[in-house]
Structures are given as C-alpha cells and as structure tokens.
C-alpha cells in the first residue's frame, strides 16, 4: 500500500497499538481478528496515503532516456518506491498471491491506483478477503467494493501487468543468473555481463530520474560506472521483492576502501536479466542486515 518499509512498519506497530487498546470493545459476531486487524490497518494507510503523491520509480516519471553519459542528479524532492527484504515476510510459505504482490512490478503498478482502489485490490486479491470483510474495512456497500476492483484491475491490465504472471517465485535457475551477473560484474567483464542482458533490458536507478532501454545503452551506463568509479566492486546477495538482488559496494581507489553504493533488483526471463532497479541509497543497507561502515579492499563483506 504504501511503498515505504519504514512507514509500512510504522503503521503496523500504530495498528497493533490500536488493537490492543480497543480490545474490549471488539466484537466476534462482526468480524474476525484477522479482519478486524485489516479493518484498522486499511484505515491508517488510507489516512497516510491522504494528499501524498505516489511513489514512483524513474519509468513510471516519463520515457527512457537516450544518452547514458548525462549528468546524473538525484531527486531528492520525489518520494521513491523502496525495495522490500524478504526476511521480513516472516513465514515463507505464504500464499503465491502473498509473494506476488510484492514483486516490484505489482507495488509499483499499484501506486497508479488512488488510495482506496490500492486497498480494495490488496484486500480482495492478496488476502483473499470476501467482498463483504472488505466493505466492512472501507465502509462501503459490497456493490462499490466490487466496482473499485474492476477499476483497479482494468488499470493494471492497461500496464501490461497481471497478478497471476508474477505468482512464481524465482528459482534457483533466476538465481544462477544473477550470479553470474554479479561474478561479471566483480571482473569487470564488460562482454560477460554484457551477454546475460536481454535485448530489450532496462535499468533504473532511483533517486536519478533517467532510465536506460536496450542492451547498448546499458553497456555504456557500466563503462561510465567503471570509468567514473573504478572497477573493484564488491557484491553480496540478498533477497528482495520475491527477487533475486545483490548489494553493492562501490570501491574508494583512494583509500583502498569500498563502501555501501546500492541495492540492485532483477527480473530474469529466458536466461537474461530483463530489468535493473539500482536503488542508489545506503541508507536502505540497514533494512538488509548490511553495514555501511567503510571496508577494506579484500576484507569480508560488513555485517
């Protein structure tokens, strides 16, 4: 719903909070706890959600960009999507639509819903709510519930996207992908990396707005990156949006250190990465069990 890992925590806490001080007064022949609990955090995302704009990612502010050699200026002034560790879903044998809905994609196609189309759909196809829990959660007729869903679900056909395409988890053959990405990209072996790119890929790299499309275009980004930045980059796996990710760790040639660059995300099909999202934020390490205290060239990666 919200696009945000901090503020999603915050309301859950805020939720839970609520719950417990309103105990007394719930009431079993209304609805579940399960619902009940729904009911409340809905409403405290509806409420957070008021009058802000979406979080985006750059493909989502306007077209590719055509030149990977522009100056690139972060804007701080957007509230970009951030990506979401899978170690904090807690059990990992929830439900496919569970996992999908975390796909990068669906949480990004879901900020082009107003807020209470964003609920209606989470709560009808990812908790598998009844159209009756969840005119109860929004206050609303079971009519209108079923009304915003079509709404919802016809906007997110218009972006190519489905919930049921996404309901595959990523295997250990996505995995084996990316991991040669990232042996690639640690040897600086421009043509190796270059050959696990699809033809049509695109990178991302949120808080700069420009993204790239096409094999070419992503080649010479990387040439940039190695030019600009030296080519002893040091990268960790980790797990993100039900995808394959790794963490960055840019080299300091100066120092002989590395420190803390990025988050990257990838979707893989037919043995090419398909799609980049580079979230350059150190920031966001701490969310993944990683340090952002400089390091060593050689010594093992922080934790």
């Given at each position: 719903?919200?696009g945000s890992v901090q503020?999603?925590?915050?309301?859950?806490?805020?939720?839970m909070?609520r719950?417990?001080?309103a105990?007394?007064?719930?009431?079993?022949e209304r609805?579940?706890p399960r619902?009940w609990?729904h009911?409340?955090a809905?409403?405290?995302?509806?409420?957070?959600?008021?009058?802000?704009r979406r979080?985006?990612l750059p493909s989502g502010?306007g077209?590719?960009g055509?030149d990977?050699?522009?100056p690139l200026?972060?804007?701080l002034?957007?509230?970009?999507?951030?990506?979401?560790p899978d170690?904090r879903?807690?059990?990992?044998?929830?439900s496919?639509?569970q996992r999908?809905?975390?796909?990068?994609a669906?949480v990004a196609a879901?900020?082009l819903l107003?807020?209470r189309?964003?609920a209606t759909?989470v709560l009808?196809?990812?908790l598998?709510?009844?159209?009756a829990?969840?005119?109860?959660?929004?206050?609303?007729?079971?009519?209108?519930?079923n009304?915003?869903l079509?709404r919802?679900?016809?906007?997110?056909?218009?972006t190519?996207l489905t919930l049921?395409?996404l309901?595959?988890p990523?295997?250990?053959h996505?995995?084996a992908?990316v991991?040669?990405y990232a042996?690639?990209?640690?040897?600086?072996?421009?043509t190796?990396?270059t050959?696990?790119?699809?033809?049509?890929?695109a990178?991302?790299m949120?808080?700069?707005?420009?993204w790239?499309?096409g094999r070419?275009?992503y080649r010479?980004?990387?040439?940039?990156?190695?030019a600009?930045?030296g080519?002893?980059?040091?990268?960790?796996?980790?797990?993100?949006?039900?995808s394959?990710?790794?963490?960055?760790f840019a080299?300091?040639?100066?120092?002989?250190?590395?420190?803390a660059h990025?988050i990257q995300l990838?979707?893989?099909?037919?043995?090419?990465?398909?799609?980049?999202?580079?979230?350059?934020?150190p920031q966001?390490?701490?969310l993944f069990?990683l340090s952002?205290?400089?390091?060593r060239?050689g010594d093992p990666?922080p934790k």
């Open positions: 719903m919200l503020e999603a925590e915050d309301l859950v806490q805020e939720t909070l719950a417990w001080r105990a007394d007064r719930y009431d079993a609805a579940s619902t609990l009911v409340i809905t409403n405290l995302c509806l409420n957070a959600l008021e009058g802000r979080r985006p502010l077209p590719a055509d990977p050699e522009v200026l972060a804007r002034d957007v509230p970009w999507l951030q990506p979401f170690d879903l807690g059990d990992p044998a929830r496919a639509e999908a809905s975390l796909r990068l669906f879901l900020q107003p807020a189309q964003r759909l009808c196809e990812v598998q709510l009844s159209a829990e969840v005119a109860l959660a929004l206050d609303v007729s079971v009519t209108a519930v009304s915003s079509q919802a679900r016809a906007t997110l056909r218009s190519g049921e395409a309901q595959a990523a295997d250990d996505h995995r992908v991991e040669r042996a690639a990209f640690e040897a600086a072996d421009i190796g990396l050959r696990l790119l699809a033809d049509d890929v990178l991302e949120p808080p700069v707005d420009l790239l499309a070419t275009h010479q980004f990387i040439e940039r990156v190695f600009m930045r080519n002893a980059w040091r990268l960790t796996p980790v797990q993100a949006n039900g394959s990710a790794l963490a960055a080299p300091e040639p100066t120092t002989g250190t590395w420190k990025s990838f979707a893989v099909a037919d043995d090419r990465i398909r799609h980049c999202v580079t979230f350059v934020d966001l390490f701490a069990g952002t205290a400089p390091g060239a990666l």
